[in-house]
């Protein structure tokens, strides 16, 4: 399954979900193959649950024509060779990357993927870090077979007019053929057709259609009653014959709208009851099969949350397709945590960083739960060199979408120089964690970083999240003395963290950190038991630690 959706009724797409040869490129099984399922984390299979390098993955496919192979996740650097020969390169493990070959003969080919999770000198992003970095084709993979001029991507951006719903359809058609050729296009929406004015799509180049429509009798995509519909566009080359090709895309009729220091989704104030949720599990990795997703997501709504945050990379699209349908608000965030201004530096970090935001974006675009996209957690927003990097992020983000606010959580409390980039403020703080025993809840948020803010920064007035907040627990250390990592401790700081957020009027809202327990690099074995980021409401495997009741009373009194 590579979507929560079928994307396609007349292009032929072939999910290669199954098993693959895999065999690794060093190490003691480095001269034996092995059956490894597709999508997965390496680190599933006992031999490799703590291999960091490089392994070969190989499926045999028989197919003909243009051939378009999409890999929604590889982690974390991809070479792609087709009949031994490479056609893709792909650096990030989160973000969907294709290629095209054109036309292949009628024969089995060869497909083969070097995969790479080691923390080389070329990886900027992907380093030691307090989540893990996992090995593998850790999300779907699938090909499609094309005509020349075909369907790139199709984007919805939904509006009010004169209190009337209107919506911009982007549609980007690449002609890989040796001939220009005239494109027609129709898109329609539960029944209704819209039809764009043609144009020549020329040889090799990509053409972008782009017009508004009016959409009448539409119902609101809200979050309590979140309709979705889908919007199918149709690629024709000669007029009312058949359509060559097409891309089926689901949207939502809404608009997140900042009014002050409030956040509106449609007219509905929004305050945020959220989980950060590392995408990490105690058997599967990174690699969250479809159904432990929704598993998740139950435990969530249990505990009253409304929202995600993807910390910190962006996530699987099956995901999100789940939060739409279940209309679950998303902080989707481009891959970067806690990295210091040398880090900004590294000669690939810009590149990196660039090819994770537009590829996040330009695939998650029609997402209607994602409410806002964050970049750079906790890295150097209080030097010169760190601002004018998130100035160069943010101005990517709006060059690539205006419909969304956009945002970057801060550690850098009373010394942060970029609280005027971003459309919402919003903090990491964890009071009754990393400081000693706050005195009140005035402490507990954190209300002099908030006070701060409003008084000497270009945050003032502006909407307030605390990102994170939340406190560590190892599963089954209970104790009378309520010491720190039992779960009688991270019980009851979460109880004082979350009440003192949630009554803060001024506030718009909390992400607990977080959601799982999660693995973290070796390289942090010093600061976390069990190689492990212990704030888990739940631990690796989603056994309730005595802060789930805790959060689930809590979020559901406000
Ligand atoms: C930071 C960081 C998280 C996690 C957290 C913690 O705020 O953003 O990724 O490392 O601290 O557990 O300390």
Redesign the pocket.
Same mark, same amino acid.
């Given at each position: 399954m590579i979507r929560g959706f079928m994307m396609h009724e007349i292009r032929k797409e072939v999910e290669l979900d199954g098993l693959w040869v895999f065999q690794p490129c060093e190490g003691e099984g480095k001269d034996k193959t092995y059956k490894m399922s597709v999508p997965s984390c390496w680190e599933s299979h006992p031999e490799f649950i703590n291999y960091r390098g490089k392994g070969y993955y190989k499926k045999e496919i028989q197919a003909k024509g243009n051939i378009r192979l999409v890999f929604k996740g590889v982690s974390h650097t991809a070479k792609v060779f087709w009949n031994g020969e490479i056609v893709a390169n792909h650096y990030n493990a989160y973000t969907p990357f294709e290629v095209v070959i054109r036309g292949a003969e009628d024969q089995k080919h060869e497909l083969m993927v070097e995969v790479d999770n080691s923390f080389t000198a070329e990886s900027s992003l992907h380093i030691p870090n307090?989540?893990h970095t996992y090995g593998g084709i850790i999300r779907p993979v699938a090909f499609q077979v094309i005509p020349d001029a075909y369907i790139q991507y199709v984007h919805f951006t939904p509006f009010k007019k004169n209190n009337q719903w209107h919506g911009k359809i982007e549609v980007a058609v690449e002609n890989i053929g040796e001939k220009d050729q005239l494109v027609y296009l129709k898109t329609c929406i539960s029944e209704m057709e819209y039809e764009f004015k043609e144009k020549i799509a020329i040889a090799g180049e990509t053409v972008l259609f782009s017009e508004e429509f009016e959409f009448k009798d539409v119902k609101n995509y809200e979050l309590e009653d979140p309709v979705l519909y889908l919007l199918k566009t149709n690629l024709y080359i000669e007029k009312d014959t058949k359509p060559v090709d097409d891309l089926i895309e689901r949207i939502g009729f809404r608009e997140i709208k900042i009014r002050g220091k409030d956040l509106y989704f449609n007219d509905t104030k929004v305050k945020i009851k959220g989980f950060n949720r590392h995408e990490d599990h105690g058997h599967f990795g990174s690699s969250i099969p479809y159904q432990a997703m929704m598993a998740d997501l139950h435990q969530i709504l249990d505990m009253g949350g409304n929202a995600i945050r993807t =910390?910190?990379y962006p996530n699987d699209e099956r995901f999100l397709d789940l939060c739409d349908e279940l209309g679950i608000l998303v902080w989707e965030e481009s891959h970067a945590?806690?990295l210091s201004e040398e880090q900004m530096r590294h000669k690939n970090f810009d590149q990196q960083s660039e090819d994770s935001i537009r590829e996040m974006i330009m695939n998650h675009y029609n997402h209607p739960s994602i409410f806002v996209w964050g970049i750079l /957690? *906790?890295c150097a927003s209080y030097t010169r060199y760190g601002r004018e990097c998130y100035e160069k992020q943010f101005k990517q983000i709006k060059s690539l979408d205006q419909s969304r606010p956009t945002t970057f =959580?801060s550690?850098h409390y009373h010394r942060d120089i970029c609280l005027d980039l971003p459309d919402i403020v919003s903090f /990491?703080i964890?009071p009754g964690w990393y400081e000693q025993e706050p005195k009140g809840s005035e402490e507990f948020t954190n209300n002099e970083v908030y006070s701060w803010v409003q008084r000497a920064t270009e945050g003032k007035g502006k909407p307030y999240i605390i990102s *994170?907040i939340g406190a560590g627990a190892i599963y089954g250390y209970r104790t009378m003395r309520k010491s720190k990592w039992s779960e009688e401790w991270q019980a009851e700081t979460l109880e004082r963290q979350l009440e003192a957020v949630l009554s803060h009027e001024e506030m718009t809202g909390v992400f607990v950190?977080q959601y799982c327990d999660c693995r973290v690099s070796d390289e942090w074995f010093y600061a976390r038991p069990r190689t492990m980021?212990n704030?888990g409401v739940v631990d690796e495997f989603r056994r309730p630690k005595m802060a789930y009741e805790v959060v689930k009373r809590i979020f559901h009194s406000y």
């Open positions: 307090d989540y =910390a910190h945590r806690g /957690n *906790e =959580a550690c /990491n964890y *994170e950190w980021n704030k």
